[in-house]
């Protein structure tokens, strides 16, 4: 086998310009890819993470029907005493989960006594909440990061409409499980970046002050956010956790609860989809460069050398060895192109981090920044090789069955 | 019986509508260690005949035999093993292969068609070079060689197997008279050092004078044999 590698290479060497230009293409989609793949690979983790880690969290648990009707944020879909209790001993049990955290979500009005708005409310333990959503800290640009009760964390948006600031006093009136209506004075804590750009209208309350202003007497819950000690478990854990809550049962007969993916609730997972559908397009590019180039060296390699194909197998060559050697050929050109374009890509990788390049999306500032999963090298590397020795089949096999006569009277 | 043995071979080609017969009908036979030339004007079937026997290719009617094996039978694949253990080429071009030097073009078959062990590989491709004194030249690649010395390295290369027969067409037509003979001193040499059947086609007639049996072809017709050959099919000149 090593005799026909040294063959193989010399033969490619023999026509230096020609492999050098295929095995460039080949480089240079290489480095097309994993550039690509690096960053909108880090890009989409990054989103990912902000929506899962500063809002969402990993999973969310509702009552059955909740996310149906969460438009409207219906208080009488609570968690309540049992559920809760049956719910929360699932949760503890389970090794996988890093930290849950409770909330109660509701509408009210928004009065900084001269005008008055809506808002979305979701009233939260701050201690367990920072556990489970660990990056909600930082979405407060201004003011305090501590949630303490009578505290109240606004949306930019609406501080910046209503004119409120830090130590302002709000008014905030919600509409209770029977239909009454309450108001309660906050101070306003902190103002909040939105996770993904503007038009938010999410604020943030203390539960205990939530249970004041919405009169609750017992213990009520809209949604548990949970967070995993490996996001990577997400999907098996996710199936795992659902056959557990489908055993629960109320009085109907019918599942308690429901269990939702961060994919199932924000809509940021449609562009994931897309990033990955463009990745995978993009792939698909590389796969085409790379048959296409192999294919049109190799048919030309096998038509420049018809008469030594003849004079090998008039010697006795046996078929299965003169389609290996082009075959070889084709992997050889495959390998250099994987090897280099992924040393080239990786440099190019290292000076865009280097360089620290910044993009707007949304309202944010998004450092540019380049991270490939070395399985993304591997498959990549393995797709080219692979597809190499594909492109580089039909030439070789065609070699492989040529007469020996008619091959050496080639001319 | 002899190394080789034709029983009256011919071959057809389908040219469009014609139907050419390359050869008609003729038989010989050749005894091992023989060196033979088969002679005769261009279009006459010398190439056609030595490709029968070369299993390059197989009669259309007839039987050829070639170290008590009918090579009209064998496959692609036979066809090649056999050719790999028991015939040498030399050709016209001298066809080395351009990317391996002097010494990997003689050691190739060994390497990649007999898979003989490295030492024995050594042995037998140093004692060639060294036989057509080309040693000195073990490291060139074939385009830093003369015509003469490619032939040479040719002639090795046919013969590192230890062939019963050796095929050469036209051996001599790119070289000049002295090369010529150079090379057809060094085949008979090599025939007599490893009693190797040499057969050869040339339509040169000086050189046709250096065989010791001459099959002369004309129109695919074998016209007459000298030196002993015994002709079955067609006549006689003894």
Same mark, same amino acid.
């Given at each position: 086998?090593?005799?026909?590698?040294?063959?193989?290479?010399?033969?490619?060497?023999?026509?230096?310009?020609?492999?050098?230009?295929?095995?460039?293409?080949?480089?240079?989609?290489?480095?097309?890819?994993?550039?690509?793949?690096?960053?909108?690979?880090?890009?989409?983790?990054?989103?990912?993470?902000?929506?899962?880690?500063?809002?969402?969290?990993?999973?969310?648990?509702?009552?059955?029907?909740?996310?149906?009707?969460?438009?409207?944020?219906?208080?009488?879909?609570?968690?309540?005493?049992?559920?809760?209790?049956?719910?929360?001993?699932?949760?503890?049990?389970?090794?996988?989960?890093?930290?849950?955290?409770?909330?109660?979500?509701?509408?009210?009005?928004?009065?900084?006594?001269?005008?008055?708005?809506?808002?979305?409310?979701?009233?939260?333990?701050?201690?367990?909440?920072?556990?489970?959503?660990?990056?909600?800290?930082?979405?407060?640009?201004?003011?305090?990061?501590?949630?303490?009760?009578?505290?109240?964390?606004?949306?930019?948006?609406?501080?910046?409409?209503?004119?409120?600031?830090?130590?302002?006093?709000?008014?905030?009136?919600?509409?209770?499980?029977?239909?009454?209506?309450?108001?309660?004075?906050?101070?306003?804590?902190?103002?909040?970046?939105?996770?993904?750009?503007?038009?938010?209208?999410?604020?943030?309350?203390?539960?205990?002050?939530?249970?004041?202003?919405?009169?609750?007497?017992?213990?009520?819950?809209?949604?548990?956010?949970?967070?995993?000690?490996?996001?990577?478990?997400?999907?098996?854990?996710?199936?795992?956790?659902?056959?557990?809550?489908?055993?629960?049962?109320?009085?109907?007969?019918?599942?308690?609860?429901?269990?939702?993916?961060?994919?199932?609730?924000?809509?940021?997972?449609?562009?994931?989809?897309?990033?990955?559908?463009?990745?995978?397009?993009?792939?698909?590019?590389?796969?085409?460069?790379?048959?296409?180039?192999?294919?049109?060296?190799?048919?030309?390699?096998?038509?420049?050398?018809?008469?030594?194909?003849?004079?090998?197998?008039a010697?006795?060559?046996?078929?299965?060895?003169?389609?290996?050697?082009?075959?070889?050929?084709?992997?050889?050109?495959?390998?250099?192109?994987?090897?280099?374009?992924?040393?080239?890509?990786?440099?190019?990788?290292?000076?865009?981090?280097?360089?620290?390049?910044?993009?707007?999306?949304?309202?944010?500032?998004?450092?540019?920044?380049?991270?490939?999963?070395?399985?993304?090298?591997?498959?990549?590397?393995?797709?080219?090789?692979?597809?190499?020795?594909?492109?580089?089949?039909?030439?070789?096999?065609?070699?492989?069955?040529?007469?020996?006569?008619?091959?050496l009277?080639?001319? | 019986?002899?190394?080789?043995?034709?029983?009256?071979?011919?071959?057809?080609?389908?040219?469009?509508?014609?139907?050419?017969?390359?050869?008609?009908?003729?038989?010989?036979?050749?005894?091992?260690?023989?060196?033979?030339?088969f002679?005769?004007?261009?279009?006459?079937?010398k190439t056609t005949l030595l490709n029968?026997i070369g299993?390059l290719? +197989?009669?259309?009617?007839?039987?050829?035999?070639?170290?008590?094996?009918?090579?009209?039978?064998?496959?692609?694949?036979?066809?090649?093993?056999?050719?790999?253990?028991?015939?040498?080429f030399i050709f016209q071009d001298?066809n080395?292969?351009?990317?391996? +030097?002097?010494?990997?073009?003689?050691?190739?078959?060994?390497?990649?068609?007999?898979?003989?062990?490295?030492?024995?590989?050594?042995?037998?491709?140093?004692?060639?070079?060294?036989?057509?004194?080309?040693?000195?030249?073990?490291?060139?690649?074939?385009?830093?060689?003369?015509?003469?010395?490619?032939?040479?390295?040719?002639?090795?290369?046919?013969?590192? +197997?230890?062939?019963?027969?050796?095929l050469a067409d036209e051996p001599?037509a790119?070289?000049?008279?002295?090369?010529?003979?150079?090379?057809?001193?060094?085949?008979?040499?090599?025939?007599?050092?490893?009693?190797?059947?040499?057969i050869f086609s040339t339509?040169?007639?000086?050189?046709?004078?250096?065989?010791?049996?001459?099959?002369?072809?004309?129109?695919?017709?074998?016209?007459?044999?000298?030196?002993?050959?015994?002709?079955?099919?067609?006549?006689?000149?003894?």
């Amino acid at each position: 086998m090593s005799n026909l590698f040294k063959i193989a290479l010399r033969n490619l060497l023999r026509y230096k310009r020609r492999t050098l230009l295929t095995a460039s293409l080949i480089t240079l989609g290489v480095v097309f890819v994993l550039v690509f793949v690096a960053v909108s690979g880090t890009f989409k983790n990054l989103m990912i993470g902000q929506i899962t880690d500063s809002m969402i969290g990993h999973l969310q648990v509702h009552r059955k029907g909740f996310v149906a009707s969460i438009e409207t944020l219906p208080l009488n879909m609570n968690l309540k005493g049992g559920a809760i209790a049956k719910l929360e001993k699932i949760l503890d049990a389970q090794p996988e989960i890093a930290s849950y955290s409770p909330r109660i979500k509701f509408g009210g009005m928004f009065s900084n006594f001269t005008e008055t708005s809506s808002i979305r409310l979701t009233a939260i333990d701050p201690e367990r909440e920072f556990k489970a959503v660990p990056l909600l800290a930082d979405r407060v640009s201004d003011g305090s990061k501590e949630l303490k009760p009578g505290g109240i964390l606004i949306p930019e948006l609406l501080a910046r409409g209503m004119k409120v600031k830090p130590g302002d006093a709000v008014v905030i009136v919600a509409t209770n499980a029977d239909g009454s209506v309450n108001g309660k004075q906050f101070t306003v804590t902190g103002v909040m970046e939105s996770a993904t750009g503007p038009g938010g209208r999410d604020g943030y309350v203390h539960l205990d002050d939530a249970k004041a202003l919405l009169r609750m007497e017992d213990r009520q819950v809209s949604e548990y956010a949970i967070r995993l000690k490996d996001f990577g478990n997400l999907a098996s854990f996710s199936r795992k956790l659902e056959g557990l809550l489908d055993k629960e049962l109320n009085q109907q007969g019918k599942p308690m609860f429901e269990l939702h993916t961060w994919e199932q609730l924000s809509p940021f997972f449609n562009i994931a989809r897309m990033i990955d559908m463009m990745t995978f397009f993009i792939k698909l590019m590389l796969i085409a460069i790379v048959l296409i180039s192999i294919m049109n060296v190799m048919i030309m390699a096998v038509y420049e050398r018809i008469r030594e194909i003849g004079t090998i197998a008039a010697i006795g060559t046996q078929p299965g060895t003169i389609l290996n050697m082009f075959v070889i050929e084709g992997f050889c050109m495959g390998v250099a192109g994987a090897l280099v374009g992924n040393l080239v890509g990786l440099a190019i990788m290292v000076v865009l981090n280097l360089l620290k390049m910044t993009y707007r999306f949304g309202r944010q500032d998004i450092l540019l920044q380049a991270a490939v999963n070395p399985v993304d090298i591997l498959v990549i590397s393995a797709t080219v090789i692979v597809v190499s020795v594909v492109a580089s089949l039909q030439p070789a096999f065609k070699a492989s069955r040529m007469e020996p006569i008619q091959a050496l009277r080639h001319t | 019986m002899g190394l080789l043995k034709a029983e009256k071979i011919t071959k057809d080609y389908q040219v469009g509508e014609i139907v050419i017969q390359a050869l008609k009908g003729i038989s010989f036979e050749i005894g091992a260690a023989s060196f033979v030339s088969f002679v005769g004007p261009s279009g006459s079937g010398k190439t056609t005949l030595l490709n029968l026997i070369g299993c390059l290719d +197989t009669p259309t009617s007839g039987r050829l035999t070639v170290a008590d094996t009918d090579v009209g039978t064998l496959d692609r694949k036979e066809g090649a093993l056999f050719r790999g253990a028991n015939i040498g080429f030399i050709f016209q071009d001298f066809n080395l292969l351009p990317v391996l +030097t002097v010494y990997e073009n003689i050691e190739y078959p060994l390497l990649m068609v007999r898979k003989v062990a490295a030492a024995e590989r050594r042995r037998r491709v140093s004692a060639l070079l060294e036989a057509v004194g080309m040693a000195d030249q073990r490291d060139k690649y074939p385009d830093q060689i003369s015509g003469g010395q490619k032939q040479r390295v040719a002639v090795a290369r046919a013969l590192v +197997t230890e062939p019963k027969l050796v095929l050469a067409d036209e051996p001599t037509a790119n070289l000049d008279h002295a090369t010529a003979y150079l090379v057809l001193g060094l085949m008979k040499k090599m025939r007599d050092e490893f009693r190797t059947t040499f057969i050869f086609s040339t339509h040169d007639p000086k050189i046709v004078g250096e065989a010791e049996t001459v099959f002369t072809l004309e129109d695919g017709a074998l016209n007459g044999a000298k030196n002993g050959t015994k002709d079955k099919g067609g006549k006689n000149n003894e």
